[in-house]
């Protein structure tokens, strides 16, 4: 079964509320599909990490709770609620436990969760692979793999032959799985559900135990036969050698084969995104208050030093570091954000692509074209390496994020398609390795700084590029290592609370005060 990634799945992550994709908005549509699984009725959850994984120590400080418990009441990722999310969970009446043992997770992100009512007892195994996508990898110990990108009809039997015979000779499909482990069930992927009529008949048949369905909690879906031009920086350089497309006409172009979706949908499912970006972006330079979180609203001082000119003028620079605080205060502030592609990163890409759009008054057409030329760089680093931090290292967050804008704004500033994937490969090169240590298990600093600093090289090395500078290193080859090293850097370095800066004194100090509500905010 074939999954490529999409870049309005896995590298526009999703608009969401809280400090981590990779916890929070990967939380909430687990939770999402266990309530699909349980038809609604849950009346009682368990939620279990395992010791060795990045979950045990974060899931509270970084948001999972938050998430998973606007899942299970059916929320969508930038529901104004999630923050007091806890207290609605307890309102609905669903009692939820959390518990560390040995799961034997294979994940760093595992999740296994076990959901009961009064009618049954469903066990779910799920994973987050980073910027909020993710994985059911087990139902009721059954191996499945459901990323929330298809509509799941789950159909438990008896006997499967005769079910079998009906669905196929009434209802269109994907994919048609029979899963049998101790008790049958059928699963349907395709692209809507069966229909009412068909819900019926196989309601009705004395094989059939019960039907479940899951909505799809991706904004596009996949589909059976999918076929894309290229997948890698190397494919892209072959497919484009004898026609000579701009790396946005190779953008759509992919977009549209992999999702199934038009020129211009692609462009005003981009013009979404910028808007609520630069509604960020706003919102951000105004002010943001919250109580837990580490760093107060520190932007909207640095405006006002900048239009005060009591900055060192550094022109554009000045501009993109602005436009990534703010991005990040309304993040640790709940606000609404976009994660590109991660919530951690969630600054790097726009702030550097908006903030210099901005500096020079390019217009939002220009804007929406440069996020996707950074958008298809995105892509290649997706399908050879990942987002998640916790697996990876912060190099695939920031790096990644920096690495796309700079390829944008080559564009934006009329460079070629050669100039922007220099600019990317560069920028990648000089942030292998980084470790994920937030400090006091809040996602903020020094998450501010590397945004900061990814972002400021976006600009730097896009000049660069823009100069003919030579990256020595094909893009491809620069993920693959970034991926190879972040593999390599220890499991107390990525995203678990154990090691590095969270680690210090005054970080667990921090912490402490933070979890007791003793640290004043702005």
Not at 106 to 113: D, F, G, R, S
Not at 273 to 289: A, N, Y
Request: glycine letters at 8%; a negative charge.
């Amino acid at each position: 079964m074939e999954n490529y990634p999409s870049i309005f799945n896995d590298v526009i992550g999703p608009v969401m509320r809280g400090p981590s994709s990779s916890h929070c908005a990967a939380s909430l549509r687990i939770g999402r599909l266990c309530r699909d699984l349980m038809q609604n009725n849950i009346i009682s959850i368990l939620v279990e990490f395992d010791p060795t994984g990045s979950l045990a120590d974060t899931h509270t400080g970084q948001g999972s709770d938050m998430g998973l418990f606007g899942g299970f009441l059916g929320w969508e990722a930038d529901d104004e609620r999630l923050p007091e999310s806890e207290k609605y969970i307890a309102e609905a009446g669903i009692p939820v436990q959390f518990a560390v043992r040995d799961i034997n997770a294979a994940h760093l992100n595992t999740y296994l969760i076990t959901l009961t009512n009064s009618k049954e007892k469903r066990t779910v195994t799920a994973i987050s692979t980073g910027g909020g996508m993710i994985e059911i990898v087990a139902i009721d110990g059954i191996k499945v793999s459901m990323m929330g990108d298809f509509y799941e009809t789950l159909i438990y039997c008896k006997s499967p032959d005769k079910i079998l015979d009906l669905i196929n000779s009434e209802m269109s499909y994907d994919y048609l799985i029979v899963h049998d482990e101790n008790r049958h069930f059928i699963e349907i992927k395709a692209q809507h559900f069966p229909d009412e009529l068909l819900q019926e008949k196989l309601a009705s048949m004395e094989d059939v135990l019960f039907i479940k369905k899951l909505s799809p909690v991706l904004p596009v879906l996949s589909r059976k036969g999918v076929k894309v031009p290229f997948t890698t920086c190397n494919e892209m350089l072959e497919y484009n050698s004898n026609i000579n497309l701009s790396l946005l006409e190779l953008a759509i172009l992919y977009e549209s084969e992999r999702g199934k979706i038009s020129k211009e949908e692609i462009i005003e499912k981009m013009r979404k995104i910028v808007c609520i970006l630069r509604d960020s972006i706003k919102s951000g330079l105004e002010g943001t208050h919250y109580a837990d979180r580490l760093l107060g609203s520190q932007s909207v001082n640095f405006k006002s030093q900048l239009q005060n000119k009591k900055l060192i003028n550094i022109g554009a620079l000045n501009n993109v570091v602005m436009y990534v605080s703010a991005l990040m205060e309304v993040k640790s502030s709940m606000g609404v954000i976009v994660a590109v592609p991660t919530a951690g990163s969630c600054g790097t890409l726009p702030g550097a692509v908006i903030g210099t759009a901005d500096f020079v008054n390019a217009s939002e057409d220009e804007m929406i074209e440069a996020m996707l030329v950074a958008g298809i760089i995105g892509i290649f680093i997706a399908t050879q390496s990942t987002f998640a931090g916790e697996v990876a290292g912060c190099g695939v967050e920031y790096g990644s994020g920096g690495s796309m804008a700079a390829a944008g704004i080559v564009y934006l500033f009329k460079g070629s398609l050669a100039q922007s994937v220099a600019a990317a490969s560069m920028v990648l090169q000089s942030t292998l390795g980084l470790s994920c240590t937030p400090i006091a298990n809040r996602v903020e600093a020094p998450c501010l700084g590397n945004n900061v600093m990814s972002a400021t090289n976006a600009v730097t090395f896009a000049n660069m590029a823009l100069s003919g500078y030579d990256p020595l290193i094909p893009l491809d080859e620069v993920i693959q290592t970034m991926h190879t090293i972040g593999m390599a850097i220890p499991h107390e370095f990525k995203c678990t609370n154990i090691g590095g800066l969270c680690a210090t004194k005054t970080a667990k100090n921090l912490e402490a005060k933070l979890n007791k509500g003793t640290m004043k905010q702005s």
